[in-house]
């Protein structure tokens, strides 16, 4: 049977974390996988979650299955960090997931039952894993309009006029913060714009939030995806916990569905679970454990919040310290980066430009241009600015 498989296609960024290791050179840089590294390069465990995770191993009695919707805790505690107390969340539902990826297949899962001819149209360009999963649930994608690859901004007006052509058939997914790759968000004005579109032509707006906090703060980095949620009738939402708790190996996420009622969400949700447990049955427990910790704990939540607000810090004195290493290279070609929001910044190099990074300097970057500028280290600014200006050249 399995002879007659072709091989696997690779995963552009996964794969490049498997070259990084086996790259013998000692001053080799990481810019791949987005992944939160601090001053020493390490992705350190979040007091926090240090703290929580003593907490359930102090507490925890048994390892029994908790259910196929996960921690109602963690989900109420998502829905809580999401949306504001006033219309959606009196009528959304969650499910506690496999990390925003297990999310993000469990709706398009939902979607392709209630309503199989439904197209997906997502930025161009967006998450290498967007397409992919959609498609491999049997959903339709289509591209709209992003990014500006001159200015390295997002082209409102491509982007708004050609969402004006999506009907009742079409979702819209949107990046609620830390557009991944380009860094490039849509401001407060386009999430009203576009908001008022779905409700105009009919289409389900979907959001998928995967960097909250490391934009311009918790609260603001939510700030379009709550007008959304609020102001229409149906949205769905996937989640993760991966980057602001830095739990990335614990696959911490979840699924919310918004409907104009509660009943209706719930009932989205009941079908969510149905599709779970012919997939993976249950979410992993302990990442979800030690969120529902630390957001039910009012002490161990200003903790986090306080560790995430230094990360933000250290990223944005990453972002100004790159641009003017490059500037002190005699190059203003790269001061879109100070601008750009959350870990990722695409940099207009092309794929032969990032693979002279690799060959030469041992920079690891991603072949369609993102570099991740959390992955930095303060001492590695001046290298890598002289390494993109020498590409660049
Ligand atoms: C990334 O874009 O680097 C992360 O979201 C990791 C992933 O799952 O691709």
């Not at 990046?175 to 389900?204: R, V």
């Amino acid at each position: 049977m399995f002879k007659q498989l072709t091989e696997a296609q690779l995963d552009p960024i996964l794969s490049l974390s498997i070259a990084y290791r086996e790259d013998d050179r000692t001053d080799k840089m990481d810019l791949g996988i987005g992944v939160y590294r601090n001053s020493q390069g390490e992705t350190p465990i979040m007091r926090a979650v240090q703290q929580a995770q003593q907490q359930v191993l102090a507490t925890q009695t048994t390892k029994a299955y908790v259910g196929l919707a996960g921690s109602e805790v963690f989900n109420q505690s998502m829905m809580d960090l999401l949306l504001t107390d006033t219309s959606a969340y009196s009528r959304a539902a969650a499910v506690q997931t496999p990390g925003a990826s297990g999310a993000l297949r469990m709706l398009a899962d939902l979607m392709c039952i209630a309503q199989p001819e439904t197209t997906v149209w997502i930025s161009n360009p967006s998450y290498v894993n967007h397409k992919p999963i959609m498609e491999a649930a049997g959903l339709k994608v289509r591209y709209y309009p992003y990014f500006d690859a001159v200015t390295k901004q997002v082209d409102s007006h491509a982007m708004l006029s050609e969402l004006a052509k999506a009907g009742p058939k079409d979702v819209v997914l949107l990046h609620g913060c830390c557009h991944n790759p380009t860094g490039a968000d849509i401001t407060f004005s386009d999430w009203k714009a576009i908001t008022a579109l779905a409700n105009k032509n009919g289409f389900m707006p979907f959001v998928d939030i995967a960097y909250q906090g490391f934009g311009d703060g918790l609260e603001q980095d939510a700030a379009g995806l709550k007008h959304m949620a609020d102001n229409t009738e149906e949205m769905i939402i996937a989640t993760s916990c991966s980057k602001n708790f830095g739990l990335y190996r614990e696959r911490t996420g979840a699924a919310i569905v918004i409907s104009d009622s509660l009943k209706e969400a719930q009932k989205a949700k009941g079908r969510i679970l149905n599709l779970a447990r012919s997939t993976y049955t249950m979410p992993p427990d302990h990442g979800a454990a030690l969120v529902a910790t630390i957001l039910s704990d009012p002490s161990l939540t200003q903790i986090w919040k306080q560790e995430l607000d230094e990360m933000l810090g250290r990223l944005l004195s990453l972002r100004a310290g790159l641009t003017k290493a490059v500037r002190a290279q005699g190059s203003n070609d790269f001061d879109f980066i100070e601008q750009h929001k959350g870990m990722f910044s695409v940099t207009g190099l092309t794929p032969a430009q990032i693979g002279r990074l690799r060959d030469e300097f041992a920079i690891y970057a991603v072949a369609d241009g993102r570099i991740n500028i959390a992955g930095l280290q303060e001492q590695q600014l001046d290298y890598l600015a002289n390494a993109l200006v020498t590409v660049s050249r």
